[in-house]
């Protein structure tokens, strides 16, 4: 029910800013901000990128404002464009430009594990495995990639994942099941 | 998902989605309790649940980092210059840059479609004006001033072989 209620609160925001009402863009972009960052940040590997891609993502949304209707879940719609954009991204090769190293990893690592002081042992341990799994999901296929982003840890559900890559739930199962079964293969050695 | 558990995951149709759905807690109570049930008694089933379970744990480490303290500062100047900018570059690039990803592609299809029919009428209606129809048209009028004047002709030698009409003869016979 608290899932349905925010749904039905992204759309009215959003109505809201259809009427002119800047206020409730701020909150949209608040409550969805980081989810289409780290979405981003995932499907294109690239800290800078991922944040410029997601502020294309926010300006687009703002400028449709005018014509939005809420036929479907603002959260599917966001990631739709995200999706798009980062798809975009890859195929037009600026991967190769601006990607971060792999070997970045141990930077950051520092950043993400803020809660205890790992020693160095377990900081180098800590890269090794982030840079295997970076490059697991780094050689998936696009459509699994993204999918698997927005399944595992965006938690969207199949329908939503659906919309978003523009094909049917079986497909997007099936995209999944593939992506996990080459990851599991790969990543095998890590259990 | 209404199959009977546990036909084993491996086995059963909805197999793969259920271990994923059990595996990202999406999986309903009722269904994750008849899962747990199965896997303590079918080793094989377990051995893929626990194996899912460990890729879950290992993804997890992939923690994204926070985004920058100034990333709405950013947007909000963006969203500023835009509105700045003149309508038609606004126009341009809702155009260009549009939110539904689908957008724009459907009216380009459709207008390269009309584009397409349109040359292509322009195209054949001179060909209409000179060439293949026209003169087969002239040449039906021409047959039909042909057939007009053959069928005069076949009058006119008929009218020839016919004998003189009775009123000749009765004037040629008159004897002044």
Redesign the interface.
């Known amino acids: 029910m608290e899932a349905i209620a925010a749904l039905e609160r992204d759309a009215e925001l959003m109505l809201r800013v259809r009427a002119g009402d800047d206020t409730s863009f701020g909150v949209l972009l608040d409550r969805h901000r980081a989810p289409v960052v780290h979405f981003l940040y995932r499907m294109v590997q690239n800290d800078a990128v991922s944040e410029e891609l997601a502020q294309e993502v926010f300006l687009r949304v703002y400028r449709s404002r005018a014509t939005y209707e809420p036929t479907a879940k603002f959260t599917t719609w966001l990631f739709r464009i995200a999706t798009h954009l980062a798809l975009n991204w890859i195929r037009d090769g600026k991967k190769e430009k601006g990607q971060e190293s792999l070997n970045d990893a141990v930077e950051g690592m520092e950043r993400q594990v803020p809660d205890r002081q790992p020693t160095v042992e377990q900081e180098m341990l800590y890269a090794v495995k982030l840079k295997e799994v970076r490059e697991a999901i780094g050689m998936l296929p696009e459509k699994q990639r993204a999918a698997v982003m927005m399944h595992k840890y965006e938690e969207l559900d199949y329908s939503q994942i659906a919309r978003a890559l523009g094909c049917s739930e079986s497909a997007v199962k099936s995209l999944l099941f593939r992506a996990y079964e080459a990851l599991r293969v790969r990543l095998r050695h890590m259990a | 998902m209404n199959e009977g558990i546990m036909d084993c995951l491996r086995n059963a149709k909805s197999g793969?989605?259920t271990l994923?759905d059990y595996c990202?807690g999406?999986l309903e109570p009722a269904r994750v309790a008849e899962l747990e049930r199965h896997i303590e008694i079918c080793a094989e089933c377990r051995s893929a649940v626990e194996?899912?379970r460990?890729?879950?744990e290992?993804?997890d480490?992939?923690?994204?980092?926070?985004?920058?303290a100034d990333?709405?500062a950013?947007?909000y100047a963006?969203?500023a210059r835009?509105n700045e900018a003149p309508a038609w570059r606004?126009w341009i690039?809702?155009l260009t840059?549009?939110?539904?990803?689908?957008a724009l592609w459907k009216p380009a299809a459709v207008a390269l479609a009309c584009t397409v029919l349109a040359v292509g009428f322009l195209v054949e209606m001179p060909a209409d004006r000179h060439a293949p129809h026209a003169p087969s048209a002239n040449a039906q009028i021409e047959t039909e001033q042909v057939d007009i004047e053959q069928v005069a002709n076949a009058l006119e030698e008929l009218d020839l072989l016919t004998p003189p009409t009775p009123s000749k003869a009765t004037t040629s016979a008159n004897p002044m």
């Open positions: 793969a989605e994923l990202s999406a194996a899912q460990e890729l879950w290992t993804l480490l992939w923690k994204a980092p926070a985004v920058s990333f709405n950013r947007l963006r969203i835009e606004r690039r809702r840059q549009p939110a539904a990803p689908y």
